[in-house]
């Protein structure tokens, strides 16, 4: 059974920085792209960033420049480094990744239940 499990979420000023980070343990052989996600009440879950297994990296325009992903393959967590925080930023993230579980089983999206961050002064 895989698990995602996020951490690092909380309360924090506008203009102050938080670092989650995910880590994906269980049965696993490889973990493929790995993203993160938030949503807020009554919209849909957007994409905040994402990384593949190479290191190549995508953000939605909201944080480009603000935000990093990065992952650890060695350790199967990803990362996200939000800096410049803004009351918009608040929402629930959630942490995803494309995982094999074993050398012959499909590859399957997996979520974590996810994290809140709330930006407020």
């Known amino acids: 059974q895989v698990q995602l499990v996020e951490s690092g979420g909380g309360l924090v000023q506008p203009g102050g920085s938080l670092r989650l980070s995910c880590l994906a343990s269980?049965?696993?052989?490889?973990?493929?792209?790995m993203g993160w996600y938030r949503q807020t009440p009554g919209k849909e879950r957007e994409l905040v960033a994402g990384i593949s297994r190479g290191g190549s990296t995508n953000y939605a325009d909201s944080v480009k420049g603000r935000f990093t992903i990065s992952r650890d393959n060695t350790k199967n967590t990803v990362y996200l480094q939000m800096n410049s925080l803004k009351p918009e930023d608040t929402a629930v993230y959630y942490c995803?990744?494309?995982?094999?579980?074993?050398?012959?089983?499909?590859?399957?999206?997996?979520w974590g239940k996810g994290t809140l961050v709330t930006v407020s002064s």
């Open positions: 269980g049965r696993i052989y490889s973990i493929y792209a």
């Open positions: 995803n990744a494309f995982i094999q579980a074993t050398l012959v089983s499909r590859g399957m999206d997996y």
